[in-house]
C-alpha cells in the first residue's frame, strides 16, 4: 500500500478548488444569462394567497396580466370561481410578499379581502 505525501494532498486539494470554482462560475453565469437566452423573462404569473380548507382543498388566488384569479383547487379538479381587477382588489403587494413582514393590521385587512373576494364568488356561483 503506498503512503500519500504532503504534496499529493495538496495537489488534490488544489484540484478539488479548481472543480468547485467552475461550478460556481458556471452556476452564477448560467444565472445572469439565463434572461438573455430567454429562458426566464418577466413573470406574469403571481400566488397572491393560498387558503387551505382542509381534506388536501384550497383555494387559490392567482394574478395574471394584471386579473386576479380565485382558483377552487381539489385532489380531482381545478375551478374558476372567479375573475376581478387587480385594481378592485386587496392584493399583496411584491416588497410584502418577498419581505414577509407585514403588521397585524396589514394581516386582518389581507384577511378581509380574501374573504369579500370568497363571499363574491359564492354570491355569483348562486346567480
Known amino acids: 500500500m503506498e503512503v500519500i505525501g504532503f504534496s499529493q494532498v495538496i495537489t488534490m486539494m488544489g484540484s478539488f478548488l ?61 375551478t374558476h370561481l372567479g375573475t376581478w381587477d387587480r385594481d378592485t382588489c386587496v392584493s399583496k403587494s411584491r416588497e410584502e410578499t418577498t419581505t414577509k413582514q407585514m403588521s397585524r393590521d396589514k394581516v386582518s385587512q389581507h384577511a378581509k379581502g380574501f374573504g369579500a373576494l370568497f363571499t363574491k364568488a359564492k354570491t355569483e356561483i348562486k346567480d
Open 18 to 78: 479548481v472543480v468547485i470554482l467552475l461550478l460556481a462560475t458556471t452556476l452564477f453565469g448560467i444565472k445572469k444569462y439565463s434572461a438573455v437566452m430567454g429562458i426566464s423573462g418577466e413573470q406574469r404569473l403571481e400566488l397572491l394567497e393560498v387558503k387551505n380548507l382542509g381534506g388536501r382543498q384550497k383555494l387559490v388566488l392567482v394574478g395574471v396580466n394584471g386579473e386576479q384569479l380565485l382558483i377552487g383547487v381539489s385532489p380531482h379538479s381545478l
